[in-house]
Nanobody, 115 residues
């Protein structure tokens, strides 16, 4: 069964913004570290940002100052606010939930940059 569902992807202009959402269960949000990964065409999947149960965050150097990861416990939703988008941000973005025993992935949402 699908446990993570991404949304919010689409077409954006360079310099524009998008907000990605990842709907999860209350159980996942209570015991998992949450993260966003992305996979550009022809490249390997890479970590974009992560947030642990205490709220501590980590960002890839390529997105620092532009992207913000957050989690809303009331809505059981993970967000990735993407500002100042660049052509190299184009990728399929995946929601991830990880704990000691499990690693759960969403099916991805496409982010496309216009030219």
């Amino acid at each position: 069964q699908v446990q993570l569902v991404e949304s919010g992807g689409g077409l954006a202009q360079p310099g524009g913004s998008l907000r990605l959402s990842c709907a999860a269960s209350a159980t996942i949000f209570s015991i998992y570290t949450m993260a966003w990964y992305r996979q550009p065409p022809g490249k390997e999947r890479e970590l974009v940002a992560a947030i642990n149960r205490s709220g501590a965050t980590h960002y890839a150097n390529s997105v620092k100052g532009r992207f913000t990861i957050s989690r809303d416990g009331a809505k059981n939703t993970l967000y990735l606010q993407m500002n100042s988008l660049k052509p190299e941000d184009a990728a399929v973005y995946y929601c991830n939930a990880q704990n000691t025993y499990r690693d759960i992935w969403g099916r991805g949402t496409q982010v496309t940059l216009s030219s």
